[in-house]
């Protein structure tokens, strides 16, 4: 029989003890010879176990992040629970588990965005592209180095895997020793996978049949709209729900004894696109619910802490077994599996979840020696001064008052814009629309470096000029305005509990520059923006304006009423960021006064809430 070079060791004590069983059972019982006449000269074979019992171990939403380090302040992270991130933690828990459990007895899978979210990411996708740069053969990406090192055995794609374009997902696939799975992400023309929907990984059992592991990888439909300009009429994105209900039979038709899904899509069955798209965002939990033959569930995309969640499969009664292990490396997601062999397969007799705490455990040494050169270069080059600015700019404010930091966004939104429009649409009114991607971000006073635009700005996001009326301005702001919860007259507003109605986050609240309104939240959703204006005269229905907007919201990114259909008047490729670094770079200096206005406020009943 041969031997699993990864369980040497154990073969080899099993072998010794055995050996000597043999020796003593000759001793008692007359001599080896005796026991072979007995046996007609065969040796009886070792027993195969009845049970056997493995694990799958899961990340998602790694976005880059490799150390406990964050590139924006420049500082190791301070949390006030004491968590902690970075793959190099989740190593350690990784070797951890695989010691104590038998190397060949764990799995370790991911559920999607991994190559963006960090200036590390940035910096091999931009700077030093892993797609090569002027004719020249690019580096290998930092996060293919670790989960190489780490023996990954399936990943998910994300949706921020496209964010770079295709070729840069190609290339990371090749420098992958693993797949990266997608069983809804279809060549546009045929339909068919545009890259690998499952694996089947065999988890070895001494002396009996192997377990059959079916990993099926399903990404988000949200691709298609978040980032169209990379993948429109080159791929297609289909319902989560719908591939599973093709490929799990063909799974269990492989003889696959446990199927298993990694999916990069949320749990709660919730949608940020509207009607943009005829499938749901959020669909692991009716994956679970509407495809028969799942065991359990990787999820991915919301970055949330689900150590273990349960839901019915509505066909055959079984329970499917989710978790999410949070983003960033905080968590790690560990599934355990205990099985039977009845009647010729292997059945689960019991299956449980939870997450682990990165932060019980010390970076693995290893990976640190293979990342800690390219960590070293992101730090110095991240810190490199590209002006100086002549007062502080901070977010901190920026959800519930119009501030300086998401001004300089504004304006470098609408210089860019300006710069591309034609004569005619150059005459038109020229304003612009940004989110508080953060509340901590800080344009400091005095020298001003590429990692305090990239704290302000973290998105790879790149720039639209689009035409929308004055009627349909408006629906956009009151669309904005229901991320503010409903506070009477006469109620103190606190703005602790002021924001997120609805579950509308910060990144997805829009504020406008170039035209002046109040947002009353005293009045109905709906009803809450007065006073819009331009350039001191009220905005008509029929007026029309350029809308400078970054991609993610142009095409639809968290359902904005009437953008997505609009006109297109702009559009480039570089990056807004890249926008705001080429702005203080040629400025030389950053003056707050030279764009900041405060043209919108918040008010309750018509009276300023922040005078």
């Known amino acids: 029989m041969p031997v699993n070079p990864m369980n040497r060791r154990e073969f080899v004590q099993k072998s010794a003890v055995t050996g000597a069983a043999v020796a003593v059972a000759g001793t008692v019982g007359g001599g080896t010879a005796e026991a072979a006449e007995r046996g007609h000269g065969h040796a009886k074979p070792p027993k195969a176990p009845k049970t056997w019992s493995f694990s799958i171990l899961g990340t998602t939403d790694l976005h880059s992040h490799v150390f406990n380090w964050d590139y924006y302040t420049n500082a190791a992270p301070v949390d006030a629970k004491g968590n902690t991130y970075g793959i190099a933690r989740i190593a350690t828990l990784v070797k951890n588990i695989r010691k104590e459990r038998g190397a060949d007895r764990v799995l370790l899978v991911d559920a999607g965005d991994i190559i963006q979210g960090t200036s590390l990411a ?26 190489n090192e780490m023996r990954y055995d399936a990943a998910a794609l994300g949706n921020h895997e496209f964010n770079y374009g295709i070729e840069t997902v190609r290339t990371f696939e090749k420098q992958c020793d693993f797949p990266l799975l997608g069983a809804n992400a279809l060549d546009a023309k045929t339909l068919k996978p545009a890259f690998r929907p499952y694996t089947v990984k065999h988890i070895k059992v001494p002396h009996g049949p192997d377990i059959k592991v079916g990993i099926l990888g399903l990404t988000n439909p949200g691709i298609a709209l978040w980032d169209k300009d990379n993948v429109s009429g080159k791929m297609a994105f289909t319902g989560l729900v719908e591939q599973a209900k093709k490929y799990v039979p063909r799974l269990r038709a492989l003889g696959c004894d446990v199927v298993f899904l990694t999916d990069h899509s949320g749990l709660d069955g919730s949608t940020s696109w509207g009607d ?22 990787l999820v991915g995309h919301t970055h949330v802490d689900v150590p273990t969640y349960t839901v019915k499969n509505a066909e055959t009664g079984e329970d499917v077994l989710l978790s999410e292990p949070y983003c960033y490396g905080y968590r790690l997601s560990r599934f355990d599996f205990e099985l039977e062999h009845v009647r010729g397969s292997w059945k689960i007799t019991k299956k449980t979840a939870t997450t682990l705490n990165s932060n019980t455990v010390a970076e693995d040494p290893r990976i640190t020696e293979l990342l800690t050169a390219d960590h070293a270069l992101v730090v110095k080059y991240v810190n490199t001064a590209i002006g100086t600015c002549t007062e502080t700019m901070s977010t901190a404010d920026a959800c519930w008052k119009d501030v300086p930091a998401i001004d300089f966004i504004q304006q470098v939104q609408m210089e860019g814009v300006k710069a591309g429009l034609s004569a005619a649409d150059a005459a038109l009114p020229l304003i612009s629309v940004a989110a508080p991607f ?7 006073a005095g020298d001003v470096t590429i990692r305090d635009v990239a704290g302000l700005y973290v998105y790879e996001n790149t720039l639209y000029g689009k035409k929308l009326t004055g009627a349909q301005l408006k629906d ?22 002021l924001t997120n109605a609805n579950s509308f986050w910060d990144y997805m609240y829009d504020t406008a520059a170039g035209v002046d309104y109040e947002i009353d939240i005293a009045a109905a959703e709906g009803s809450r923006i007065k006073n819009l204006s331009y350039n001191g005269t009220a905005v008509a229905d029929d007026q029309v304006f350029v809308v400078a907007v970054n991609n993610y919201r142009a095409n639809g990114g968290s359902g904005y009423p009437h953008i997505a259909e609009a006109e297109i008047v702009y559009s480039t490729p570089n990056q807004v960021r890249d926008l705001m670094v080429a702005y203080a770079t040629a400025k030389g200096t950053i003056d707050p006064k030279t764009f900041a206005a405060a043209n919108w406020k918040l008010t309750q009943g018509g009276t300023p809430v922040f005078p």
């Open 438 to 444: 953060s509340r901590t971000a800080v344009i400091p």
């Open 476 to 497: 956009y702001l009151e669309y904005a305005a229901k991320y503010y919860h409903q506070v009477p007259v006469g109620t103190a507003v606190d703005t602790a509990t």
């Open 276 to 297: 943009e798209l005829p499938y749901v965002e959020n669909a692991s939990n009716l994956v679970a619910e509407q495809v028969p033959g799942i065991d359990a569930i």
């Open 122 to 147: 940035s910096y091999f996708a931009s700077v030093d592209p892993i797609t090569g740069k002027n004719g020249k053969r690019g580096p290998k990406h930092p996060m293919a180095i670790a989960m």
